[in-house]
């Protein structure tokens, strides 16, 4: 895949990321959109001109979750009704896509020649997937339709990603995303949550594969659990512990990071220790830091060298539910994209977006509306024994899986083909 790929797919009006996270604009302004310029000379010199802002301030009134969990004690929330109020206007298919905010750690771990360095900032990478999550602890993502589907095309950062989801129940979202420089992502998100009292637990129940095509590399990541603290009382938090692994399969090395828990009285918070081991089990590298900021390799005694840092958050980000640039990119449809796009994109979802816009109610209704749209076809289907057809995405064989099948869902192709001639052939309507 090359730079003009991405660009003929961009169509000169397509969103993508940028870097600049500064601004003048007071909090009652709007912000003046981001213009940027084409990464290939081969295609109309032409300004994509992105939004810097969402179209509406957080919207809705404050709902106690807390009695909502109440209910639900011990139960999959992925399968409990909630109301669109203690949404925030981004889909579970999009955060997938939010995976890939800081991808130039996979363009430099692909650069490489030696295996740990490639270990360390793809370590580096799999940690800065939480740096957002400090802004984000209020509101839940909405949860995809079965065969909704959501893509990314990003030529500054050189990456394009699909995402669909390809399980009604349980609920399973599958994601791949290739770049031009030199690297593979995919994954399956099985993710679970579940209320203890306290505290609600996310359980990330899928793995993460990462392939550098010029290495032959295989990297694997498991994370850790994530959990919102304060649930009765107090102010609302997300923190991940436990131990987040990743291991490449080629060179058999290994990188295993402990997420410490926050410690009142030892002042500690977000911290982040651990080691590389080559694939005797020898730890050769040192990697410290916290989740929220940076992640650094120990070269020398005393001595330490940034692998990454978390870029500053945009201005009033916390009247916009706390959303970095890249997150406030991914719900938009630019000029011209709408032609572009199945009409499965979660971009063309009506509560979603009428909640963008701070419409509340009508989301409200349009949100029971399509989930009871879902439920009768659900049903018609099976009264006529008529299989589910997941589009993009295929069950195969997977050995470093934690499914208990032994297989995950990985891109079987035709999506951007598809694209490119406009012929979708779709065979259901979501909304």
């Not at 084409?38 to 802002?53: F, G, H, L, N, Y």
């Not at 076809?377 to 050995?399: C, H, I, N, T, Y």
């Amino acid at each position: 895949m090359s730079s003009a790929d991405l660009s003929d797919l961009e169509d000169a009006r397509f969103d993508d990321d940028g870097d600049d996270n500064s601004s003048d604009e007071e909090a009652q302004e709007e912000p003046a959109p981001v213009s940027s310029k084409k990464a290939s000379p081969s295609t109309v010199d032409e300004p994509i001109v992105r939004r810097r802002a969402l179209p509406a301030p957080v919207s809705g009134e404050d709902i106690s979750l807390l009695s909502i969990l109440r209910k639900n004690v011990g139960k999959d929330l992925s399968t409990v009704a909630m109301p669109v109020s203690l949404n925030e206007p981004i889909n579970v298919l999009q955060k997938l896509c939010e995976e890939l905010e800081y991808s130039e750690l996979l363009d430099k771990a692909a650069s490489l020649p030696d295996s740990l360095d490639r270990m360390v900032y793809i370590a580096a990478f799999a940690v800065s997937g939480y740096a957002s999550s400090q802004w984000r602890a209020g509101r839940k993502p909405f949860n995809p339709l079965h065969g909704e589907t959501f893509e990314y095309v990003c030529p500054e950062k050189g990456f394009k990603f699909i995402s669909e989801k390809v399980s009604h129940y349980p609920p399973v979202m599958a994601c791949h995303a290739e770049s031009v420089h030199n690297w593979t992502f995919t994954m399956d998100s099985r993710a679970k949550t579940k209320f203890w009292g306290k505290s609600m637990e996310l359980m990330p129940n899928g793995t993460i594969h990462i392939y550098l095509t010029k290495t032959d590399d295989h990297f694997t990541i498991v994370k850790p659990s994530t959990w919102m603290r304060n649930l009765m009382a107090g102010t609302k938090y997300l923190e991940h512990t436990g131990e987040l692994k990743v291991i490449n399969h080629t060179t058999r090395e290994t990188c295993v990071l402990t997420f410490k828990e926050s410690s009142f009285f030892a002042g500690t918070k977000h911290e982040i220790v651990g080691h590389v081991m080559n694939s005797s089990g020898a730890k050769k590298r040192t990697l410290q830091g916290r989740w929220s900021e940076s992640l650094m390799e120990e070269i020398a005694p005393n001595k330490l060298e940034r692998l990454w840092q978390c870029k500053n958050p945009p201005p009033n980000h916390e009247r916009f539910y706390g959303f970095t640039e890249f997150t406030t990119y991914l719900n938009e449809l630019t000029q011209g994209l709408d032609k572009k796009l199945p009409k499965t994109d979660t971009r063309f979802r009506p509560d979603q977006s009428l909640f963008e816009q701070g419409r509340v109610e009508e989301a409200d209704r349009e949100k029971l509306r399509v989930e009871q749209k879902q439920r009768e076809l659900r049903k018609a289907m099976e009264s006529k024994g008529q299989p589910w057809e997941v589009r993009w995405f295929e069950k195969v064989s997977d050995p470093q899986t934690e499914d208990p099948e032994g297989k995950t869902w990985r891109y079987k192709g035709g999506y951007w083909e598809a694209r490119e001639t406009g012929e979708w052939n779709e065979k259901v309507t979501l909304w």
